[in-house]
């Protein structure tokens, strides 16, 4: 018997099967599409996201538990997707769906790199997320973004713009209040610079990566995952995420 939920909430999880009072946890893979992404980076991303997918039906102790939302800034601007589907802005549809029913998005590459906005969206959706659930009185683990970017933030003309200072303070209040873990990593030809807007807004799950190893950053999101529904310490996820940035395949150790 599946849970019904209060008619405040969209009637689209309907038919949406659920474990029956699984606990859940919402993840959010934050994501650069703009236009340094075009060409072999973003096919790379999109085929990562596809064998992750895959994976994520196969894990039977993730594939009830988690519920997976994608948020993109490039050329459409900063946009949730709902599975394959881009959501329209005004829609007050839930962008996550679990991780048994999810499927992938096809990404493009092309425009400017809107990150202030998207981590804000990332942040709103997230919390949106844990009202709807307590709403319907079901229980949640600490929700997880993952930020990645090759690039600097911009405003929407392409210029750079500091307006991700403004960012960096909530963050700290959020994770400090534990409300959710965020992953900040740089890939490709990500600068110091850009490097040093990363380590701003997660101090402590920051990386800057060779190339694009989208694949196993993914895995780590997983590996990730899986420890917090064991409920792991913190030195856990620091382990993990210490192996993912020396990229030495043993997190699931």
Known sequence: MHREYPPTLPAEYADIEFENNAQRMPLVLCLDTSSSMAGQPIQTLNNALAEWTRELHEDVSLSYSVEVAVVTFGGQGVGAWRGPQLLDPRTRVSPFIPAHAFQAPQLTAAGVT?????????????????????????????????????????????HLTDSWHRLVPVLAEEQQARRFRL???????????????????????????????????????????????????????????????????????
């Open 114 to 158: 809107l990150m202030t906005e998207a981590l804000e969206l990332s942040m709103h959706i997230v919390a949106a997320r844990k009202a709807e659930l307590r709403a319907s009185g079901l229980q949640y683990y600490r929700p997880q973004i993952c930020l990645v970017t090759d690039g600097l933030p911009t405003d929407p003309t392409g």
């Open 183 to 253: 992953y900040a990593i740089g890939v490709g030809g990500i600068t110091d610079m850009g490097e040093s807007v990363l380590r701003a807004f997660a101090p402590k799950f920051n990386a800057r990566l060779q190339g694009f190893p989208f694949r196993e950053l993914l895995q780590m999101m997983s590996a990730s995952a899986n420890a917090e529904q064991k409920g792991a310490g913190d030195e856990v996820f620091e382990k993990i995420f210490s192996q993912f940035k020396t990229q030495r395949p043993a997190w699931e150790a």
